[in-house]
């Protein structure tokens, strides 16, 4: 069966009849794909998933983590990190305090990598970094910390790029050990966090959506990457206001890779190469 724009009308109008969860903005194209695989791996017809939503509240708490994509990394895209590492943090050295959003932070990754940094820096103890998405189940994992490990092999890789090389200068390599932040253990085939990357960390459930700023503080940095990709332009505006009103003066904004402000001073935000700075 071919979906198309009446299907996702229908599913969104489900949505917001038994539940808070708003679809409406999302990108079809992808919204699209994410019902097919769903409805092929449940083997249903999409009358039968329409009607499940409305009888299931577990069934549609799983559909909800379905459709969002949960895909992350340590250090992921290392570029972007070494301009926080060697530009942005180095700006922020002289602050008494620094607060971090993560927003869409998954299972926890990109929160940890940031504290890395901080650690290194010596930054970490006078920062909180807050980490919120709208899976539960991805949170959880963000808490406890622990990530397979021969699947995130190249997360070795990603730490030595970003932590260890110099990539101005090679002579100038850090030999952090990897075992300083993570406790490898192979029989179980797992990673874990060390608890030094946790105790300054906040995780919380927050649906970009239709909840504001649940922390009723400003931030120094806010970092949405490879969330916005999945909405569409009128949601992507909207979440420029909502991030720019939630950063202090001189604050940074980071987007993903495939992300940008299409005219970035409407939302009051001047782009500086792979990032934006609140006016
Ligand atoms: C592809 S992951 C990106 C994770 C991380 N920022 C990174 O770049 O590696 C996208 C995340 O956005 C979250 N997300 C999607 N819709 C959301 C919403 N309405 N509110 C909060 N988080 C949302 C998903 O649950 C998912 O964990």
């Known amino acids: 069966m071919v979906l198309g724009e009446q299907h996702i009308n229908e599913l969104n109008e489900t949505f917001r ?3 808070d969860y708003d679809f409406s903005d999302y990108s079809e194209k992808s919204l699209l794909r994410r019902i097919e695989k769903i409805l092929s791996d449940e083997s249903m017809s999409f009358q039968e998933l329409i009607l499940k939503l409305k009888t299931d509240r577990v069934f549609l708490e799983h559909v909800v ?16 990190w070494h301009i926080i590492k060697y530009q942005i943090l180095k700006k922020l050295q002289e602050k008494e305090t620094l607060n971090i959003w993560h927003v869409g932070c998954s ?4 929160v940890y990598s940031m504290n890395i940094l901080l650690h290194e820096a010596g930054l970490a103890d006078r920062t909180k970094l807050y980490g919120t998405d709208i899976n539960g189940d991805m949170l959880a994992r963000a ?11 190249e997360y070795l890789d990603n730490f030595k790029q970003v932590v260890q090389i110099n990539p101005l200068n090679y002579e100038d390599f850090n030999d952090v050990p990897f075992s300083k932040y993570f406790e490898i253990d192979e029989l179980n085939d797992t990673i ?8 300054n960390v906040e995780f919380k459930k927050h649906n970009l959506v239709n909840q504001d700023n649940l922390f009723k503080i400003k931030f120094d940095m806010i970092l949405c990457r490879n969330v916005l990709i999945y909405f569409n332009v009128r949601l992507q505006n909207k979440l420029f206001h909502t991030f720019s009103d939630n950063l202090l003066r001189k604050g940074y904004l980071i987007l993903g890779a495939h992300e940008s402000i299409l005219g970035p ?15």
């Open 265 to 279: 001073e409407v939302f009051g935000l001047i782009k500086h190469g792979n990032y934006y700075i609140k006016k």
């Open 65 to 80: 983590k379905e459709i969002t994509v949960n895909t992350t990394e340590l250090f992921r895209d290392p570029k972007i």
């Open 192 to 199: 874990k966090v060390r608890e030094i990357l946790k105790s």
């Open 143 to 153: 808490q406890e910390g622990r990530y397979p490990f021969r699947f995130n092999l």
């Open 17 to 19: 009849l038994v539940s």
């Open 107 to 110: 299972s926890g990754q990109e």
